[in-house]
């Protein structure tokens, strides 16, 4: 499996509308690293009030955003069964925010993996927008029953 369409990430994901924040996956590579992207529509519900004259992206929209590519990443690498198991994300380091993300971009998710032990999971997060850094952090997921 190389890449995922929005279906598939439905298969694996809980999230739904509006707080779905991958739209695909391009490329993955098992255990190692996964790229995808969500575009920022102005129709977004969190753009009426962050804020009305200044569209922004809110960073923790951001971070949520290389969370779930790396909860899919996890999955591909291991597949679970997601209705005994979920995926939390459970700590963020170094988060920096580099660039505004505005209604129009599209906003580009590369996660790799850092380091796993066990069902503990720490990975390196990119979001960038047309080769710009946006934001960067270091993501700490773990696998739980539900």
Known sequence: MDSLS????LEILPHRYPFLLVDRVTAIVKGERLSGHKNVSFNEPFFNGHFPENPVMPGVLILE??????ALLAFITEPLDMSKK?????G???VRFRRPVRPGDRLDLE??????????WKLGGLASVDG???????????????
Do not use: M
């Open 65 to 70: 955003a290389l969370a779930q590519a790396g």
């Open 132 to 146: 710009q850094k946006a934001a960067e952090a270091e993501l700490i997921a773990t696998v739980a029953d539900r």
């Open 111 to 120: 996660l790799t993996v850092v380091k796993r032990k066990g069902p503990v």
């Open 92 to 94: 963020v380091d170094g």
């Open 86 to 90: 979920v995926i939390y994300l459970a």
């Open 6 to 9: 929005y279906k598939e990430i």
